[in-house]
């Protein structure tokens, strides 16, 4: 069931969104060669506790860690770990979600390590624009799908593979509500967009082929062809007019 949140809903999911968002900047510095996923984790973990927020990832199905930390290869879901290092030259995705007094914010964002090479940066460019090409999709009286195509145009025509196995959500007081958003589709189907209604929209693009498999971890999602992967997301609001990013980029 799709909900449509109320303006006391909307409040507390902006105060949420607005952790996330200063949770991102908060750890950016941190962002170097040397640092492992695990550190990057301990860090982000108290930076949610000491904003009297909760790391709503960690525990959720079973999951071990406030983040989720995402390198070259890995599309989603990478469990930090102490024998995780960076390197220069690696891209990590940071993944988090953030709940406020019941209600949650989710954002990831796609990290360059030190100097990364011209088609990691390509693929970081065009995936974080491909989000925002789903975003101007976003208005009430448009549908799912609409968003859902424009992602998948962009991405195609700058010849990124599109992981059609993940896809973006609704979200509120769960992490993951109706309705599903996915990174490909038709436009003008799927269900229409109301004012009150507030989704994640997540692109998840390969530098190469598109096939992705599960590890044993039964969490981490990784290339079948080792090509890098890219994660953008935002957490957006839909209103009278347009759209309301509810986790802002503050850089």
């Known amino acids: 069931m799709i909900t449509i949140k109320s303006e006391r809903e909307i409040e507390l999911m902006r105060h949420a969104g607005m952790l996330v968002s200063k949770m991102h900047q908060f750890i950016k510095p941190y962002i170097k060669a040397g640092i492992s996923t695990y550190e990057l984790d301990q860090l982000c973990e108290k930076f949610i ?22 390198i070259n290869s890995v599309v989603v879901h990478g469990i930090p770990h102490k024998e995780d290092i960076l390197k220069d030259g690696d891209i990590i995705t940071i993944d988090v979600v953030i709940g406020y007094k019941g209600y949650q914010g989710d954002a990831a964002w796609t990290y360059a390590v030190g100097e990364v090479d011209s088609d990691k940066k390509y693929l970081m460019e065009h995936t974080e624009k491909a989000l ?30 599109v992981v059609r196995e993940l896809c973006g959500h609704g979200i509120g007081k769960e992490m993951h509500e109706d ?34 498999y599960l590890l044993d971890d039964e969490w981490t999602v990784v290339t079948q062809d080792d090509s890098p992967a890219a994660h953008y997301e935002h957490t957006v609001l839909v209103t009278e007019d347009g759209y309301e990013v509810l986790t802002p980029r503050l850089d």
């Open 49 to 70: 506790l000491d904003n009297d927020a909760v790391p709503t990832c960690k525990g959720f199905e079973g999951y071990p860690n406030a983040l989720c930390t995402s």
């Open 132 to 161: 925002l090409e789903g975003l101007k999709m976003v208005k009430p009286g448009n549908r799912i799908g609409d968003i859902s195509n424009a992602v998948q145009t962009y991405a195609e025509e700058h010849n990124l593979g």
């Open 179 to 212: 309705p599903e958003v996915p990174n490909f589709g038709i436009p003008n189907t799927g269900p229409r967009l109301k004012p009150g209604m507030v989704i994640c929209i997540e692109p998840m693009l390969t530098f190469g082929k598109r096939d992705v």
